[in-house]
């Protein structure tokens, strides 16, 4: 089925804060490489998270490396900044196809282009929340997002069994 320019979003500007429990991220830490390699949001692993594993905590620290520098250092989460786009507030258009953004910063634009298809997923850029991220699958399936038993979201991909 063909798109329509009915169907895109009309090209508009929101302002994007941090969240009221956002870590409190002093200039120092952004000098520290040691710091980079942290994890200031989620410092402590989640019930969720590999339960009965005996490094558990050691693992959480390497399942996302260089979260700090993505999201403080070269990224803008702990700012306030303007996002412009079709679809601002998103990682990319909800329709799938090319999406292009911009953040800006003070005086500094931070783009942000993504394309979507089935069983093929890309982006590049400073994404919704002010982090820099840059994503290339093939054969992908799409994730739904369920909450957890503690309410967290987790992002889980659709049984193909049918008895479940």
């Not at 783009?111 to 994503?135: A, Q």
């Amino acid at each position: 089925m063909a798109r329509t320019n009915a169907d895109r979003a009309s090209w508009h500007t929101v302002m994007i804060q941090p969240g009221p429990h956002a870590p409190k991220i002093h200039f120092y830490n952004k000098l520290n490489p040691v710091w980079w390699l942290k994890n200031s949001d989620d410092p402590v692993p989640p019930n969720w998270y590999r339960p009965d594993e005996r490094h558990r905590k050691m693992l959480w620290s390497f399942r996302n490396p260089l979260h700090n520098f993505d999201f403080y250092v070269i990224g803008v989460a702990d700012k306030k900044f303007y996002r412009s786009g079709q679809y601002p507030k998103m990682n990319s258009d909800p329709h799938g196809g090319w999406d292009f953004e911009a953040a800006r910063y003070k005086f500094i634009w931070l783009p942000f282009v993504s394309y979507h298809r089935d069983n093929f997923d890309f982006y590049l850029g400073w994404r919704n929340h002010g982090n820099f991220g840059i994503k290339l699958n093939f054969g992908s399936k799409k994730e739904s997002k369920e909450a957890g038993p503690e309410g967290e979201l987790h992002n889980e991909i659709p049984s193909t069994n049918p008895a479940q």
